[in-house]
């Protein structure tokens, strides 16, 4: 597959710490996993209080994801094995990450979501082919 058809999708991790920070960053779908991009501000002023973290969530580390669609804006929902996954996460809950996603880039979102589905899938297949070749 060749991932430079599939564009990075600018999202945000609203909300965090009651309003106070929000993150800003980008989604990259890669063949080993989701590949992100972003860094935390003050949400009152807009000042940068992180530098730019990259973090890689596996396949392998995720049960499911899916996308969501709202009149305004869209959403990007993770859910991961286990609340570890999203450790390194600003404002994930019990296992899961929501992304939010502008109107404007809705198209991107759900082209990359779906093509997540499918090695999500692969992944789920492979596992299932190494345990019954035990």
């Known amino acids: 597959m060749n991932y430079t058809s599939i564009p990075s999708v600018p999202f945000e991790i609203p909300n965090i ?3 106070i920070q929000v993150a800003k960053g ?5 063949e080993e996993g989701l590949h992100f991009e972003f860094e935390v501000e003050d949400s009152f002023l807009g000042m940068i209080k992180s530098g730019v973290k ?4 596996f396949y392998r580390d995720l049960e499911g994801i899916r996308f969501e669609k709202g009149w305004w804006n869209g959403k990007v929902v993770l859910e991961g094995t286990s609340m570890k996954v999203f450790d390194n996460f600003p404002g994930s809950e019990q296992g899961r990450l ?8 809705r198209d991107d979102a759900q082209n990359a979501v779906s093509s997540a589905r499918v090695h999500l899938s692969e992944q789920k297949l492979k ?3 190494d345990k019954s070749g035990d």
């Open 17 to 19: 710490y009651h309003g």
């Open 26 to 30: 980008l989604l990259k779908v890669r």
């Open 54 to 57: 990259t973090e890689t969530i």
């Open 98 to 105: 929501t992304l939010k996603v502008k109107r404007s880039n």
């Open 127 to 129: 596992e299932l082919d």
